[in-house]
């Protein structure tokens, strides 16, 4: 009887201190809040390829992706080519300011950037400004300066952090998003920034919200929109991008469009396409 009576008695105190430390555990690190919860692993993906009329009737070659922030769910149309990476451009510049703020390249919203005095292709860029108007003017020689001052290895770094694409610099520090190394996929720009709209990436709290007041492109009816453009002309065809999120009500919908840049005309179209797939989304009134 004994012999019975020991093993449990000794199993039993070992479930009471395991359970005793699993308390002590969950009152050292309680639960993260639900905004900032993770989507499931492996959310679902939705082909919409009857969409591709879209892109059809403008006469051009795109892909979109659309992720739900709060399910992970991917919708996607043309599935080969959204998950294809390529030179992210300027929408790079959304994470290129969240790494400048972090790593202190850019003090504040209220530091005024110097351009560098030299010409640039577009008179506008031709000043000092702060991280907020060279976003807005999408300002290459801001964002170079700000390159300069992260240095590449805080580049990699940050890259790795963030999960960006494939997280290459290469050796041009000046032209690393615009020329490659560095590629993203429309999927992998969806889920960037649905954790970005979801408050779970890596970074300061205060930061993402900073930029993300950068972003801001327009609100009404209900709606807030935000949203970067971007352009390669390295590349035969060049690559368009427009990639942001919509906040709609409870539902926040993250999403990234590339296309095939042949003429200006074509690069005219990044956004009128990306609204016209939102609104067949539901995603936009």
């Known amino acids: 009887m004994v012999r019975m009576t020991q ?3 000794v199993l039993g105190a070992a479930l009471l201190l395991s359970a005793a430390l699993s308390g002590a555990c969950a009152a050292e690190s309680p639960a993260p809040p639900t905004a900032t919860s993770a989507a499931p692993a492996t959310p679902e993906v939705i082909v919409r ?27 996607v149309v043309d599935r080969a080519r959204a998950e294809r990476r390529l030179a992210p451009a300027s929408t790079f510049k959304i994470a290129h300011a969240l790494i400048a703020l972090e790593t202190g390249a ?66 041009d520090i000046e032209r690393f998003w615009v020329d490659g190394p560095l590629k993203i996929s429309a999927v992998e720009q969806g889920r960037f ?66 296309l095939d840049i042949t003429t200006d005309a074509d690069a005219e179209q990044r ?3 990306a609204r016209d797939l939102l609104r067949a989304l539901d995603a936009l009134p």
Do not use: C
């Not at 577009?122 to 801001?142: F, Q, V, Y």
């Not at 300069?148 to 952090?161: A, M």
């Not at 919200?209 to 390295?234: F, H």
């Open 193 to 258: 920034l649905s954790r970005f709209a979801g408050l779970r990436l890596p970074v300061a709290k205060k930061n993402l919200l900073l930029v993300r007041d950068m972003l801001k492109v327009e609100q009404k009816n209900g709606y807030t929109l935000y949203a970067k453009t971007g352009w390669s002309d390295t590349f035969d065809p060049q690559i368009g991008w427009w990639a942001g999120w919509v906040e709609n009500g409870d539902r926040i919908s993250a999403f990234a469009l590339n």
């Open 106 to 171: 850019a003090k504040d919203e209220d530091e005024v950037i110097p351009y560098g005095g030299e010409p640039q292709r577009l008179p506008k860029w031709e000043r000092d400004m702060t991280l907020g108007e060279a976003i807005t003017t999408s300002n290459a020689a801001i964002f170079r300066t700000l390159a300069h001052r992260i240095g590449p290895e805080k580049e990699r770094q940050w890259l790795r952090r963030l999960g960006y694409g494939n997280g290459q610099v290469g050796k």
């Open 49 to 75: 390829d009857d969409l591709r009329s879209v892109f059809g009737k403008a006469g051009l070659r795109g892909s979109f992706a659309m992720v739900d922030v709060a399910s992970g769910r991917t919708t």
């Open 7 to 9: 093993p449990r008695t």
């Open 271 to 273: 956004i009128p396409l």
